[in-house]
């Protein structure tokens, strides 16, 4: 009846914009994160099938929600001896008594949709914070976001976490089960306890990002599905906590990376300097969001860590060219950073300004008292700025050897490249050019 | 509700007789303010130094705590809880968290107490 391509398109676009919330809906009623799973992979291939017969309904994802949530009913009302005994998700604001008929009477009355997000605003973010319980390994919890609030498959999960499918699928299993024995909670904390785990949320989300801006290893530097779930996930929870600065604060950040993914390599794959990279390619879309978002983030005043660097990262972006960058104001921001989030990598990124300010002496030395840190030993990027300040004092001997040792500390091969040929510039100086 | 196992880890040999009065009244105080967090204390052992503990492997008796490692069991109570996060905030208000060792909590899976069990 309809055209199966604009089915299978109709349902990818509820995948992609509905399964955390109809994961979160059906969860509650399963209490059985599995059987959630189970019963919302079956109502998106049921809703393949159905849809084209009956077309594409009004709000698709309430169909899909109603349609999960019957089938984990029908399971339950199957198996309900055993459930009731055992619910496997503990959901401490459901009333004790009469779980499975208010579940039942909430379904059907579904089943005339209205539009899912007025009826339920936060079960995505019960979601999100059970995924990112601290009582979770941290590989768990980034696993455990993209399995259950961006649906991502474990085959998928396996690749992007570079371990075999069976680990993921036993690493997801294990942190499930935790999830039910050690009965942690299916809610949002508390306020007292809200700061502390959001920072957990939002920090899981920024490695994800991370990982997928540069992959620890192997010879692709973006890994651009992370990047995506990644900023799927800080838009999501944009949408779901307007008023929290810090949130407003990484999506800025993820924006204003993606906005300059295109033009991180080029087309050989070599990785380019900020000085060399095509402004005009950046995406500018991205940059306006990010802007608003720094702008009304700074005028509230309680600016935190993320704020503060997608701050840092704008400056750069708003130079007209790489030698007009205000370094003086991304120099006050990182002290403000230091004084908000104290980290010796902060330390170190912040000489970058310092040598731009003060010069590459005074920056040089900072580095100096940072390689002193036992927390920076492994940190690839320290040896790398050592190098670029020493070349540009004429050190190349003593340049040299911090670029190899940058090179014994990184792994992934497009940096690698880009260090080794810096190196063969400061050992060949002549031939470079 | 739930049961969890807190479990004290403290500097070996975890001697109570090496905890300063203010030490130990904390711990006093800890087992008071439990119910408050929204739990209920249903039993706790306070153990001696693991100098005095004596360990089987297979059909080896040794002298020693069963792990050989820097930080040893002090202790352990049980508590019971509606969920992780209330276990959670009872544990991490536990004292020896902040007597340079930790606790480690774990869910029960089933208990047996006897009538006559205080020491």
Known sequence: ?433 | MAQYAIMLFAKAPADSADLTPEERAAHARHAEEVPALGGQMLAAFALQPSTTATSVRGDVVTDGPFLDAKEVIAGLYVIEAPDLDIALEVARRNPATQQGGGVEVRPVEASFIAAAATA
């Open chain 1, 1 to 433: 009846m309809t055209d199966p391509a604009e089915i299978a398109a109709a349902v990818a676009d509820a995948h992609r914009r509905g399964w955390a919330l109809v994961l979160a809906a059906t969860a509650r009623v399963a209490r059985d994160l599995d059987l959630a799973e189970e019963c919302v992979q079956e109502a998106y291939a049921a809703a393949l099938e159905t849809w084209s017969r009956t077309g594409i309904p009004r709000e698709p994802v309430a169909w899909l929600t109603t349609t999960a949530k019957r089938r984990a009913l029908d399971v339950l009302r199957r198996e309900q001896v055993f459930r009731t005994k055992l619910p496997l998700l503990l959901d401490p604001d459901e009333a004790a008594t009469d779980e499975l008929s208010t579940v039942e009477d909430e379904a059907v009355a579904e089943s005339e949709p209205v539009e899912p997000t007025d009826v339920v605003p936060d079960e995505r973010l019960r979601l999100i914070f059970l995924c990112c319980h601290p009582a979770l390994a941290q590989e768990a919890q980034m696993a455990l976001t993209l399995r259950l609030v961006c649906g991502v498959p474990t085959s998928e999960l396996a690749r992007a976490f570079l371990v075999s499918e069976p680990t993921m699928a036993a690493r997801l299993t294990r942190a499930k089960k935790k999830i039910s024995v050690a009965r942690i909670p299916y809610r949002i904390p508390s306020a007292a306890a809200l700061p502390d785990r959001l920072a957990g949320v939002l920090g899981v989300i920024h490695l994800l990002f991370t990982m997928g801006h540069t992959a620890p290893a192997g010879a692709s530097l973006v890994r651009a599905d992370l990047m995506d779930q990644a900023l799927h996930l800080a838009r999501m929870l944009r949408e779901l906590m307007p008023d929290e600065p810090e949130v407003g604060g990484l999506l800025a950040l993820l924006l204003l990376s993606h906005a300059r993914r295109a033009t991180r390599v080029n087309d050989r794959g070599r990785l380019l300097r900020l000085s060399e990279q095509d402004r005009s390619q950046w995406d500018q879309s991205m940059i306006a969001e990010a802007r608003d978002l720094i702008n009304v983030g700074l005028r509230d005043g309680r600016a935190g860590r993320y704020l503060l660097q997608a701050a840092i990262a704008s400056v750069y972006v708003d130079a007209p060219t790489y030698d007009q960058t205000d370094w003086t104001q991304i120099l006050a921001l990182y002290d403000r950073l230091l004084r908000v989030w104290p980290s010796p990598v902060v330390a170190v990124n912040r000489t970058v300004a310092l040598a731009e300010v003060q010069g590459p002496g005074p920056a040089l030395a900072e580095i100096e008292a940072l390689e002193q840190d036992h927390r920076l030993m492994g940190y690839q990027y320290l040896p790398a700025i050592k190098a670029e300040l020493l070349t540009r004092l004429g050190r190349r001997h003593d340049a040299s050897a911090a670029y190899q040792r940058a090179l014994e500390l990184t792994t992934n091969e497009v940096e690698r490249a880009f260090l080794a040929e810096r190196l063969a510039e400061v050992d060949h100086p002549e031939s470079s050019r």
